[in-house]
């Protein structure tokens, strides 16, 4: 089962040279490679989490070099797991992207873009989630960022390309100082493997310990978008095409926090900063609720919820218990389906109603029942309404919060629980304005937004200030009658509209519903395959053995 463990990270890989090849003038066995692939990993993550769960960890040493020579891939319970939660919504994202037909039919893009860099894309968070080195985990970090950057700025459009920017330059400083990590572990520990560091830095002055373990923490808290770090979030996410969005916000953020319970639990064990990681679990959910409360734009809304929610997380990691891990792992696998699903609905709604702003859309549950639903059940999951999955995450949390019975994890109690209250708020908002009030005035319910014609005149209505997506951005829908295709104009882009959703992007976004449903159904094995992993993280040995052969 070992030789499985580089095959998620290898796939994707040898695709997207397949893909890069044959796409330019075989678009549909571009579309095929990419699904059949996709597929396969996730074949081969639920292959990995049963045997990691029979057998323990599994390693590979590519090109048969020991540590801290060769790279080395490690697959536990809690990589396995995070690796088949992603394939699944991957894959769900790739086709709800076929439906939408954003690599084919968008003119300012080629065609053979799309599918090679969201494989790169994807072969990033596998070898992020199966590093055994802080010098692969960079490079996982560095292959996301390449794809992140041509998949954020599909289309070219000036907006795009302004938060396609803010998110580079982000993402460059904190890759500067995770290199900066890296050189001064190196140098004070001799090795990179995270089983040979967590032999030696125990060995180390306090003081280094500290100054490694701080600039580490800095790194990845500017990944998962803590407080005060994520601010560039929401000005980058929305402006993407919904695919793009969706898997960015389900995804990305998590690797982030993936990154801080490897190093926490492995290589800095004691818990010597779960003040300071509480105290920032709770300014996270607090700033970012009541910054999604403050919203009027779905996508905005939404990315906030986000910050809010990833505090959850971080609440989890600080406490540092058995109990605490256990629900932190479950609900970064809730989050992970739940937030994808949230962001394709609202794909879909502004392909329904016309624009994502909700002052202007509503009547969408008598207009579109299906899609009521498909944002119904995510919204009250997100929100922690028993017996969803959410609502178990939350409650595992919270119940290693009583039983630390810290003043901080009081706190955290307490801040969990308004937070819960205002996304309860937040997602009945949405419902509210977009599916249960009427219509407002001149608002085009007969039609679905397909794609982009042209985005030449995106900055022509917008001051120096004025960012798409706020509210500012004027919608002219043109009339037409029913069953028929006729043009429009949407945030000062001309638009083509029809009577349906897509199937395809309706299937994969009730596919996304359908996993995290299935994360309530199976709850009992879900929280006990993670009580069990949260138990291998703390126990260490397993690992360390594994990979050094002791």
Same mark, same amino acid.
């Given at each position: 089962?070992?030789?499985?463990?580089?095959?998620?990270?290898?796939?994707?890989?040898?695709?997207?040279?397949?893909?890069?090849?044959?796409?330019? !003038? +075989?678009?549909?066995?571009?579309?095929?490679? &990419?699904? #059949? *692939?996709?597929?396969? =990993? @996730?074949?081969? /993550?639920? $292959?990995?989490?049963?045997?990691?769960?029979?057998?323990?960890?599994?390693?590979?040493?590519?090109?048969?070099?020991?540590?801290?020579?060769?790279?080395?891939?490690?697959?536990? !319970? +809690?990589?396995?797991?995070?690796?088949?939660? &992603?394939? #699944? *919504?991957?894959?769900? =994202? @790739?086709?709800? /992207?076929? $439906?939408?037909?954003?690599?084919?039919?968008?003119?300012?893009?080629?065609?053979?873009?799309?599918?090679?860099?969201?494989?790169?894309?994807?072969?990033?968070?596998?070898?992020?989630? +199966?590093?055994?080195?802080?010098?692969?985990?960079?490079?996982?970090?560095?292959?996301?960022?390449?794809?992140?950057?041509?998949?954020?700025?599909?289309?070219?459009?000036?907006?795009?390309?302004?938060?396609?920017?803010?998110?580079?330059?982000?993402?460059?400083?904190?890759?500067?100082?995770?290199?900066?990590?890296?050189?001064?572990?190196?140098?004070?520990?001799?090795?990179?493997?995270?089983?040979?560091?967590?032999?030696?830095?125990?060995?180390?002055?306090?003081?280094?310990?500290?100054?490694?373990?701080?600039?580490?923490?800095?790194?990845?808290?500017?990944?998962?978008?803590?407080?005060?770090?994520?601010?560039?979030?929401?000005?980058?996410?929305?402006?993407?095409?919904?695919?793009?969005?969706?898997?960015?916000?389900?995804?990305?953020?998590?690797?982030?926090?993936?990154?801080?319970?490897?190093?926490?639990?492995?290589?800095?064990?004691?818990?010597?900063?779960?003040?300071?990681?509480?105290?920032?679990?709770?300014?996270?959910?607090?700033?970012?609720?009541?910054?999604?409360?403050?919203?009027?734009?779905?996508?905005?809304?939404?990315?906030?919820?986000?910050?809010?929610?990833?505090?959850?997380?971080?609440?989890?990691?600080?406490?540092?218990?058995?109990?605490?891990?256990?629900?932190?792992?479950?609900?970064?696998?809730?989050?992970?389906?739940?937030?994808?699903?949230?962001?394709?609905?609202?794909?879909?709604?502004?392909?329904?109603?016309?624009?994502?702003?909700?002052?202007?859309?509503?009547?969408?549950?008598?207009?579109?029942?299906?899609?009521?639903?498909?944002?119904?059940?995510?919204?009250?999951?997100?929100?922690?309404?028993?017996?969803?999955?959410?609502?178990?995450?939350?409650?595992?949390?919270?119940?290693?919060?009583?039983?630390?019975?810290?003043?901080?994890?009081?706190?955290?109690?307490?801040?969990?629980?308004?937070?819960?209250?205002?996304?309860?708020?937040?997602?009945?908002?949405?419902?509210?304005?977009?599916?249960?009030?009427?219509?407002?005035?001149?608002?085009?319910?007969?039609?679905?937004?397909?794609?982009?014609?042209?985005?030449?005149?995106?900055?022509?209505?917008?001051?120096?200030?004025?960012?798409?997506?706020?509210?500012?951005?004027?919608?002219?829908?043109?009339?037409?009658?029913?069953?028929?295709?006729?043009?429009?104009?949407?945030?000062?882009?001309?638009?083509?509209?029809?009577?349906?959703?897509?199937?395809?992007?309706?299937?994969?976004?009730?596919?996304?519903?359908?996993?995290?449903?299935?994360?309530?159904?199976?709850?009992?094995?879900?929280?006990?395959?993670?009580?069990?992993?949260?138990?291998?993280?703390?126990?260490?040995?397993?690992?360390?053995?594994?990979?050094?052969?002791?």
């Amino acid at each position: 089962m070992n030789a499985l463990v580089p095959l998620p990270v290898l796939l994707p890989l040898c695709a997207t040279g397949l893909s890069l090849a044959f796409g330019t !003038r +075989l678009k549909r066995f571009q579309r095929f490679i &990419s699904v #059949a *692939v996709l597929t396969l =990993v @996730l074949g081969l /993550s639920a $292959g990995l989490m049963a045997a990691t769960q029979s057998k323990g960890p599994l390693s590979v040493h590519l090109g048969d070099f020991p540590p801290p020579l060769g790279i080395t891939l490690v697959a536990d !319970r +809690l990589s396995a797991l995070m690796l088949t939660v &992603s394939s #699944a *919504v991957t894959l769900c =994202v @790739l086709v709800y /992207s076929l $439906g939408q037909g954003m690599a084919d039919r968008d003119e300012e893009t080629p065609v053979a873009v799309f599918h090679p860099a969201y494989l790169i894309l994807v072969a990033g968070v596998s070898c992020t989630f +199966l590093a055994g080195d802080l010098v692969n985990l960079y490079v996982g970090f560095e292959i996301m960022l390449v794809a992140s950057f041509v998949l954020l700025t599909l289309g070219g459009t000036g907006p795009r390309i302004r938060a396609g920017s803010t998110y580079v330059i982000i993402s460059l400083f904190s890759s500067m100082l995770f290199l900066t990590a890296i050189a001064m572990t190196y140098a004070a520990a001799g090795t990179a493997n995270f089983a040979q560091l967590a032999q030696r830095l125990p060995e180390l002055p306090l003081g280094v310990q500290t100054l490694i373990q701080a600039m580490l923490l800095t790194v990845f808290a500017i990944k998962a978008a803590v407080f005060p770090l994520g601010a560039w979030l929401p000005d980058s996410y929305p402006t993407a095409p919904a695919p793009v969005t969706a898997v960015f916000a389900g995804l990305l953020t998590k690797v982030g926090v993936y990154s801080m319970l490897r190093t926490e639990t492995l290589l800095f064990p004691g818990n010597r900063v779960g003040d300071l990681l509480m105290a920032l679990a709770l300014a996270s959910m607090i700033v970012g609720i009541l910054g999604a409360v403050a919203q009027t734009d779905l996508k905005r809304l939404f990315s906030f919820t986000l910050i809010s929610h990833i505090g959850y997380m971080i609440f989890g990691i600080g406490l540092a218990t058995r109990q605490a891990y256990g629900g932190a792992i479950v609900y970064v696998t809730h989050h992970i389906t739940v937030q994808t699903t949230l962001f394709l609905v609202a794909g879909l709604m502004e392909r329904r109603g016309g624009t994502t702003e909700l002052t202007r859309t509503g009547g969408l549950a008598r207009a579109a029942p299906l899609l009521a639903v498909l944002y119904l059940v995510p919204a009250l999951n997100m929100a922690g309404i028993p017996p969803f999955s959410g609502f178990i995450g939350k409650l595992g949390l919270m119940r290693a919060g009583v039983a630390d019975g810290s003043v901080w994890a009081w706190l955290l109690v307490a801040g969990s629980t308004a937070t819960s209250l205002l996304t309860l708020y937040v997602m009945a908002k949405v419902w509210n304005l977009a599916f249960w009030r009427d219509a407002p005035p001149g608002q085009a319910l007969d039609g679905t937004v397909l794609e982009a014609d042209s985005d030449e005149d995106d900055d022509a209505d917008e001051g120096p200030d004025r960012m798409p997506g706020t509210g500012d951005e004027p919608v002219h829908p043109l009339p037409g009658p029913a069953g028929r295709a006729f043009a429009a104009t949407l945030h000062g882009r001309a638009i083509t509209t029809t009577t349906r959703l897509p199937r395809t992007m309706v299937a994969a976004t009730a596919a996304g519903v359908a996993i995290s449903l299935a994360f309530t159904v199976f709850a009992g094995p879900l929280t006990g395959y993670t009580d069990r992993a949260a138990a291998e993280l703390l126990r260490r040995t397993p690992y360390i053995e594994e990979v050094l052969g002791r």
